[in-house]
């Protein structure tokens, strides 16, 4: 069961604290040489959030982030948290225009991204009054992960159901990317709701989650913010590429993954793919788009994993609907709404009278 006053009182740093204070020792972050425990990533954490704050950070300040999947993302993301920020999503492909929009809509007083970014942002004035971090300095020293060298500020008051953590911006299929404004309460739930369809698979402490969808994407941030939760190991790579995904799969044997329809077909499609490569895997999510039966039967065939797929937006945090994990399932379907999520079915025209089953019409959530 969920209960709800309890996560009504936990913010996104609260559940990285919870999870270091249990298994301290247990393997939080895996990005290539770079890896922390739980105990050393509340420490990286807690050394950046410091430098923020003695460089003039201060509680609801908005940070845009642009940062491939790494493990600086995700000290970066913690830190900002810890000081009462907000994270503003930045997807790295953007290119100036796109990132313009994003700056003059969001202002963001702070900016992280890698050096390689450096052009693009001399392209766009509303960098003017804007402090950029980068990852690294002029000489080529990690700007991210530096011991602490002051005093760590106190924790400030954050009210999980009322502040902002992160503005996430939405596809804009239908006009212009709007940013969505979740609350930490928003994003904590989220995670517990989604958590609850497969609570009888997945162990707290004993999971290692692998990360290959970008983290500034809605899903994937909250694939994240899951494995935290789990205190599971979080295996990332930068960028997708199939063969990297499966020489991450046969070192280290993750037990879930989250990825697209597109992820797990370049994956089934390697000639080098051995019958039991996959077969680490308890649990494999499809999001971002209808996944093809004869590839959910093949992944499925391959892994002996439970293949979920969803459905969910932005604006739902993320998901909203999940196939269900010991019952039957749909092809094709998004499944059931989630724990303490209600949804029907209404007519296009009104919006308002609710449909019988197998009748079109419009989803409200």
Same mark, same amino acid.
């Given at each position: 069961? $969920?209960?709800?006053?309890?996560?009504?009182?936990?913010? #996104?740093?609260?559940?990285?604290?919870?999870?270091?204070?249990?298994?301290?020792?247990?393997?939080?972050?895996? &990005?290539?040489?770079?890896?922390? =425990?739980?105990?050393?990533?509340?420490? %990286?954490?807690?050394?950046?959030?410091?430098?923020?704050?003695?460089?003039?950070?201060?509680?609801?300040?908005?940070?845009?982030?642009?940062?491939?999947?790494?493990?600086?993302?995700?000290?970066?993301?913690?830190?900002?948290?810890?000081?009462?920020?907000?994270?503003?999503?930045?997807?790295?492909?953007?290119?100036?225009?796109?990132? &313009?929009? $994003?700056?003059?809509?969001?202002?963001?007083?702070?900016?992280? *991204?890698?050096?390689?970014?450096?052009?693009?942002?001399?392209?766009?004035?509303?960098?003017?009054?804007?402090?950029?971090?980068?990852?690294?300095?002029?000489?080529?020293?990690?700007?991210?992960?530096?011991?602490?060298?002051?005093?760590?500020?106190?924790?400030?008051?954050?009210?999980?159901? %009322?502040?902002?953590?992160?503005?996430q911006y939405t596809g804009g299929t239908t006009g212009k990317s709007k940013g969505v404004m979740l609350t930490h309460f928003n994003i904590v739930c989220n995670i517990h709701q989604s958590g609850e369809a497969f609570s009888d698979v997945l162990n707290k402490g004993e999971e290692?989650?692998?990360?290959? %969808?970008?983290? =500034?994407?809605?899903? %994937?941030?909250?694939?994240?913010?899951?494995?935290?939760? #789990?205190?599971?190991?979080?295996?990332?790579?930068?960028?997708?590429?199939?063969?990297?995904? #499966?020489?991450?799969?046969?070192?280290?044997?993750?037990?879930?993954?989250?990825?697209?329809?597109?992820?797990?077909?370049?994956?089934?499609?390697?000639?080098?793919?051995?019958?039991?490569?996959?077969? *680490?895997?308890?649990? *494999?999510?499809?999001?971002?788009?209808?996944?093809?039966?004869?590839?959910?039967?093949?992944?499925?065939?391959?892994?002996?994993?439970?293949?979920?797929?969803?459905?969910?937006l932005s604006e739902g945090t993320t998901s909203t609907h999940r196939t269900p994990l010991n019952k039957k399932r749909k092809i094709g379907s998004v499944g059931s709404p989630i724990a303490l999520t209600e949804a029907k079915i209404v007519d296009e025209e009104t919006g308002t009278?609710?449909?019988?089953?197998?009748?079109?019409?419009?989803?409200?959530?």
């Amino acid at each position: 069961m $969920i209960d709800q006053e309890a996560l009504s009182k936990l913010t #996104l740093y609260d559940l990285l604290l919870q999870s270091a204070k249990e298994f301290p020792s247990k393997m939080a972050v895996i &990005d290539g040489s770079l890896q922390f =425990t739980y105990e050393e990533l509340v420490k %990286a954490v807690d050394a950046f959030s410091s430098s923020l704050y003695y460089q003039g950070f201060r509680k609801g300040d908005r940070v845009g982030m642009m940062l491939p999947n790494s493990i600086h993302y995700i000290v970066s993301y913690y830190a900002v948290q810890r000081l009462g920020g907000i994270v503003v999503q930045v997807n790295p492909q953007y290119q100036a225009v796109e990132l &313009d929009y $994003i700056m003059v809509d969001a202002e963001p007083k702070w900016f992280i *991204c890698e050096r390689i970014q450096h052009g693009k942002i001399r392209e766009v004035r509303a960098f003017n009054d804007v402090h950029v971090i980068f990852t690294t300095d002029d000489y080529g020293a990690d700007r991210i992960l530096q011991p602490s060298s002051g005093v760590q500020p106190e924790q400030v008051s954050i009210s999980p159901k %009322a502040d902002i953590a992160v503005i996430q911006y939405t596809g804009g299929t239908t006009g212009k990317s709007k940013g969505v404004m979740l609350t930490h309460f928003n994003i904590v739930c989220n995670i517990h709701q989604s958590g609850e369809a497969f609570s009888d698979v997945l162990n707290k402490g004993e999971e290692r989650i692998l990360g290959v %969808a970008p983290l =500034t994407h809605a899903m %994937a941030m909250t694939n994240m913010n899951n494995s935290v939760r #789990l205190a599971s190991t979080f295996i990332i790579l930068g960028k997708f590429d199939a063969g990297k995904v #499966l020489e991450l799969i046969r070192k280290y044997q993750p037990t879930m993954m989250l990825g697209s329809p597109t992820m797990y077909i370049a994956l089934l499609n390697l000639q080098d793919l051995q019958p039991n490569d996959l077969s *680490c895997f308890k649990i *494999c999510i499809s999001g971002a788009a209808p996944i093809p039966a004869e590839v959910l039967k093949n992944l499925e065939k391959k892994s002996g994993a439970h293949i979920l797929e969803g459905y969910g937006l932005s604006e739902g945090t993320t998901s909203t609907h999940r196939t269900p994990l010991n019952k039957k399932r749909k092809i094709g379907s998004v499944g059931s709404p989630i724990a303490l999520t209600e949804a029907k079915i209404v007519d296009e025209e009104t919006g308002t009278k609710e449909l019988p089953p197998g009748e079109k019409g419009e989803l409200i959530i």
